[in-house]
């Protein structure tokens, strides 16, 4: 069963990747009403939350810019930014990365105890696979925002 957490987190990230090679620079910057962010800021943030997840769960270092925080952390948007966010090609070449690094886990990592279990609000995940899974979880729902954000665009 791990193994197939990691094959599909494998997928994931190449879904990411195809869908965001078929949008153009200038939607990434276009808020669509009724959406709190851009596409930019959804794929920033979807690669600094696998970032935080793969630390907290493999012990892994941060692969990120520290700018990544400012910019892409929860609670953040793009109004509020004071420096020019990552281009199309960073945030995808990042994710490239990522996505090499998921090869690189094996079904015994998901099974290893966090130091500490990692509580998000009502949720404690106290394996490195149960808060990995929560982490494609989490990348797939910024997915789904950013498809609709593309129809909502593309009208």
Known sequence: MTQSIINTGKVL????IGKLQGVTEGYFDKQPEGFNNTIRWNVGHMIYWMDKYSTLSFGS???IPDSYDTLFNSG??????????PSKEELVE????????????TPEMLGEKL????ALGPFQFNTAGELFN??????AI???TISSQLKVLSR
């Open 13 to 16: 990230h190449q879904i990411v």
């Open 142 to 144: 910024h997915l789904g």
């Open 94 to 105: 990042i994710l490239t990365v990522q996505l090499s690094s998921l090869s690189e886990l």
């Open 76 to 85: 953040t948007k793009p109004l509020d930014w004071t420096f020019a966010p």
């Open 61 to 63: 270092p941060s692969a």
């Open 115 to 118: 130091s500490t279990p990692y």
């Open 134 to 139: 929560f982490a494609l979880i989490h990348e």
